[in-house]
């Protein structure tokens, strides 16, 4: 299973809003509606900050969605924060008990 | 208050084995789908390996099959991860993470904070 597709890099400004794009296929974004977002900071464990497309954990800020159309998962952050500034990593279930993640996208908030 | 702490990384031989464990706490373990995720050096996240609540399931990313296994102690909240014929591609940090739901594999809400693992001569 081939990791998901992110763009290696994002920027944007304190209270802007940015979208983080992660492309897979019809066997794993497109087949499920089981994509989640994690958030790492450096030398940190990562944190589930979206699950099932659009979920939020409880405690993770509603300037984080998410949204998929086909094949394409989407990260929004609005309202971005100096402390957004991290990587994060798609993901999606692929079947069989199993998840693929992206590649990562750091995000720098300039 | 979930807590998940690894153990066991170090610096190893190429061809040689480590046992990872995973101390768990603050939660049911006996009721969640268990995984073990690595991040080799400056790279991405990579599922390695998923056990069932009750280890009847395992599920292996194709390059440790063979290789790693995967088991739980439910009467001691005990994870495991045994890497056997460890190859440098090994190198990485390795997480040990909890599914989100009871019963069923999903997403992972609590990741520990990661043991390394160094194949090298």
């Known amino acids: 299973q081939s990791a998901l597709t992110q763009p290696a890099s994002v920027s944007g400004s304190p209270g802007q809003s940015i979208t983080i794009s992660c492309t897979g296929t019809?066997?794993?974004?497109?087949?499920?509606?089981?994509v989640s977002w994690y958030q790492q900071h450096p030398g940190k464990a990562p944190k589930l900050m979206i699950f099932?497309?659009?979920r939020r954990p409880s405690g993770v800020s509603d300037r984080f969605s998410g949204s998929k159309s086909g094949n394409t998962a989407s990260l929004t952050i609005s309202g971005l924060q100096t402390e957004d500034e991290a990587d994060y990593y798609c993901?999606?279930?692929?079947?069989?008990?199993?998840?693929?993640f992206g590649g990562g996208t750091k995000l720098t908030v300039l | 208050e979930v807590q998940l702490v690894e153990s066991g990384g170090g610096l190893v031989q190429p061809g040689g084995s480590l046992r990872l464990s995973c101390a768990a706490s603050?939660?049911?373990?006996?009721?969640?789908?268990m995984s073990w995720v690595r991040q080799a050096p400056g790279k991405g996240l990579e599922l390695v390996a998923n056990?069932?609540?009750?280890?009847?399931?395992?599920y292996y990313v194709d390059s440790v099959k063979g290789r790693f296994t995967i088991s739980r102690e439910n009467a001691k909240n005990s994870l495991f991860l045994q890497m056997n014929n460890l190859r440098a591609e090994d190198t990485a940090v390795y997480y040990c993470?909890?599914?989100?739901?009871?019963?069923?594999?999903?997403?992972?809400?609590?990741w520990g904070q990661g043991t390394l693992v160094t194949v090298s001569s």
């Open positions: 603050g939660f049911t373990f006996s009721n969640h789908w």
């Open positions: 019809s066997s794993d974004i497109g087949g499920y509606n089981y």
């Open positions: 993470a909890k599914s989100l739901w009871v019963r069923y594999y999903s997403d992972y809400d609590y």
């Open positions: 056990i069932k609540p009750d280890g009847s399931e395992e």
């Open positions: 993901c999606s279930y692929v079947g069989d008990n199993s998840r693929v």
């Open positions: 099932d497309v659009n």
